[in-house]
Every structure is written in C-alpha cells, then in structure tokens.
C-alpha cells in the first residue's frame, strides 16, 4: 500500500487518507489546507498503475531508477538503482506494490539527507 505521505508529494495535494482500494483503482480524501477546519471537501480516484507510472517518474527526478519485471510464478520486482546509493529490491504481489515499496524508500533515503 502507498504511505499517504508518497501519495501526497506525487499528487501534489493534501492527502488526508487513503479509503479503500477497489479494483485497480485507489479512492483517497484531500482537505483544503485555507479551511481552518480542515475537513475532506474531495474524494478522488486514480487509477494504481497510472499511480504507479507517476511514482516512477517522480524517482527518476530524484535521480533514481526503477526497473520492474513480473517472475514465472507472479511475483513483480522492482530493481531501485542510483549513482549514489546501492542497488535495492522490493517485491509484491503485484507491480504497483513493488512500485510503492520502492517508492516510500526513497522517500526515507530523500529524509535522511536532509
């Protein structure tokens, strides 16, 4: 599952939580951060693979690259590779997962510099 965190930067909203995932598709609320109360004004969906096409991009922008593959028995990898890191690799049951396992490491390599 994505961290709502990752969800949020790749987005580019206030994800306030993520609902349900139903099919291929992901349903999540965002706030208006100028309303004071804070309260849900949307529920959006998008689709898990376009999602994780988007993580993808987003990583190579970090400079990291994804190279994802689905073995004889189905299980998706994801090969994450920098110039500056070691190579990792995060599996799932399905690519997307892979994706965002891969995703939310980044996310803390990205923390850990700062």
């Known amino acids: 599952m994505i961290s709502r965190e990752l969800l949020s930067i790749i987005e580019e909203l206030d994800v306030t939580r993520i609902c349900i995932i139903k099919e291929d598709y992901l349903y999540y ?3 208006d951060l100028l309303n004071e ?3 849900d004004i949307a529920t959006i969906s998008i ?3 376009e999602l994780a096409h ?3 991009i987003w990583a190579l922008d970090q400079d990291y690259i994804f190279k994802t593959f689905i073995d004889y028995c189905g299980t998706a990898f994801c090969y994450v590779s920098s110039a500056t890191k070691e190579n990792f690799r995060y599996s799932g049951n399905t690519e997307p997962e ?5 995703g939310k490491w980044v996310l803390e390599q990205m923390k ?3």
């Open 37 to 39: 109360e804070l309260e």
């Open 98 to 102: 892979a994706i965002f396992l891969a």
């Open 29 to 31: 609320k965002i706030t």
């Open 54 to 56: 988007k993580i993808k």
């Open 112 to 114: 850990d510099e700062r």
């Open 47 to 49: 689709n898990l693979y």
